[in-house]
């Protein structure tokens, strides 16, 4: 890289830099730290961080102009010249704007064709994730735990936010997106718990209500019921599986990820290979290294009766808080029928998951899973057949849903498809792709989009992750 190509950066890092002072004179530290960062990005050669700038510093020179009208109001209110000021602001205003030039000049020369799809898709989780928390800091920053210990701080945590939900997308489209899903699905849980200990043991600040609410995801539809009121969570949940289908089950559950991981330690191991090698027809597994992980067990299949299962559970879910409701049952009876939920039937599921290789707590006693299926189907997004098939049977392999059936008769997986994507990572023959309601013709662009807004939803999440 000549030196010139690496002075490229150098205007947009000024401008920057140069905004984050202001930020820090005028009392906003967190917003100041936010401009450090994203200086210190300036001189990374992502091509989602160059898109990230071309964005911000029209923004950071609006903001000087806003700056110098409110300088200049004042001083004229004041009696005091202002010109000189206003001439000040308002170049760097233009120094700001300016320095998106040379990164202008660089992309089309460049055009990054290779990373173009994977940096539209990151910039894209960037804003989702700053549309769905902006407007919390402005309106209720304290909700950010940042700013409940810091204040003025919050800007900060809004950054790193968004910056997370730019790196997961990129993550999340590679060929190890099934390794990764798995290891952002954990680290997701974590950081819930951990903040509910944290909150328990230490501090309450780290209770998003400085109250402990039981952590059971089946209440979030259980709890409206016997409050008659208080539908916020559920409303959440909604808007967010409205987004994102039943992929709420495959990346934002804080107890399915443990469900999963338990399950993958007891799958259908050399036998269930066996079998599925021994079909007609049947290519070997491929031999890519980034997915060879993936297809080396084989998730043993649910009993037939555990669908109905879970929607006898989802009727007791939503019955008894109702009828405790009715007969005026104290909130401790109704705070043990809780507990029963989620300390008796969670372990008692991981143990069964354990012991039989497919995720008994998801599939068998979640009501919300239910839920999060039904209300999946309003949901854009859908796995389709949209290449040749050269029935390797990966796709099998991976799934453990059971939702890919027999992929030889099969266009499209099953309703128990829960947008987990791994099919379509593992797929050699790249025929299995994410598209908008099962057209073809989207498959371009459905697959980034889908992946912006779960990368997005995570970080979100991930940011207000207390009970």
């Known amino acids: 890289m000549s030196g010139a190509s690496r002075l490229i950066p ?34 990374s050669r992502a ?21 110098a009208g409110q300088f200049v109001q004042m001083r004229m209110l004041m009696g005091e010249p202002w010109r000189r000021l206003a001439g000040i602001l308002l170049g ?32 894209a989780a960037l804003c989702l994730c700053l549309a769905l928390l902006l407007p919390v800091w402005i ?41 990764v899903r798995m290891r952002l699905w954990r680290l997701f849980s974590v950081v819930f718990f951990a903040q509910l200990v944290l909150g328990l043991l230490l501090e309450s600040r780290f209770l998003l209500s400085g109250q402990l ?29 409205l987004l994102a289908g039943a992929a709420w089950c495959s ?33 070997p597994p491929p031999a890519d290294d980034a997915v060879k992980e993936a297809v080396q067990t084989v998730p043993r299949r649910a009993p037939a009766w555990l669908p109905h299962l879970r929607l006898g559970m989802l009727g007791l879910t939503l019955a008894v808080p109702l009828l405790l409701r009715l007969v005026g049952a104290p909130v401790e009876a109704a705070l043990a029928c809780g507990l029963l939920l989620g300390l008796l039937a969670v372990p008692a599921s991981l143990l069964i998951s354990r012991k039989t290789g497919y995720a008994a707590y998801c599939r068998g006693l979640c009501p919300l899973g239910l839920l999060a299926k039904w209300l999946g189907r309003l949901a854009p997004w859908r796995v389709r057949r949209t290449g040749p098939c050269r029935r390797c049977l990966a796709c099998v392999r991976v799934c453990r849903q059971d939702a890919m059936g027999d992929p030889r008769a099969a266009c499209a997986p099953n309703a128990d498809c829960n947008l987990c994507r791994d099919c379509v990572s593992v797929c050699p023959q790249q025929a299995l792709s994410i598209t908008f309601y099962g057209l073809p013709g989207t498959r371009s662009w459905a697959g980034p989009t889908f992946v912006a ?12 992750a207390r009970i």
């Not at 091509?47 to 806003?66: C, E, T």
């Not at 700001?96 to 539209?120: C, E, F, I, V």
């Not at 790193?160 to 790196?167: E, G, N, S, V």
Request: overall charge positive.
């Open 251 to 283: 990346h934002l559950c804080y107890f399915g990820a443990w469900d999963a991981s338990v399950a993958k330690l007891r799958a259908g191991g050399p036998h269930g290979l066996a079998r599925l090698n021994a079909e007609p027809d049947a290519a």
């Open 453 to 464: 807004i779960l990368a997005a939803l995570h970080a979100a999440f991930l940011t207000m």
């Open 47 to 67: 091509a989602w961080v160059r898109l990230a700038l071309l964005l911000a510093l029209p923004l950071l020179s609006a903001s000087w102009i806003w700056s």
């Open 213 to 241: 609410h039981l952590p059971v995801p089946g209440l979030i539809a259980a709890a409206p019921v016997y409050r008659g009121g208080g539908w916020f969570m559920l409303g959440l949940f909604g808007f967010s599986t």
């Open 139 to 179: 309106m209720k920053p304290q909700l950010f735990v940042l700013e409940r210990f810091f204040s003025q701080w919050g800007a900060l945590q809004l950054a790193l936010a968004a910056l997370w939900a730019a790196m997961v997308a990129g993550w999340l489209s590679g060929k190890r997106s099934p390794k």
């Open 92 to 123: 760097t205003a233009l120094f700001t704007a300016l320095g998106a030039w040379p990164l202008l000049r660089d992309a089309a020369r460049r055009r990054y064709n290779s990373n173009s799809q994977s940096a539209a898709s990151q910039l």
């Open 10 to 43: 150098l205007p947009s890092f000024m401008a920057v830099i140069l905004a984050g002072a202001h930020f820090w004179r005028a009392g906003q530290p967190g917003l100041a730290a936010a401009c450090l960062l994203l200086g210190a990005l300036a001189w």
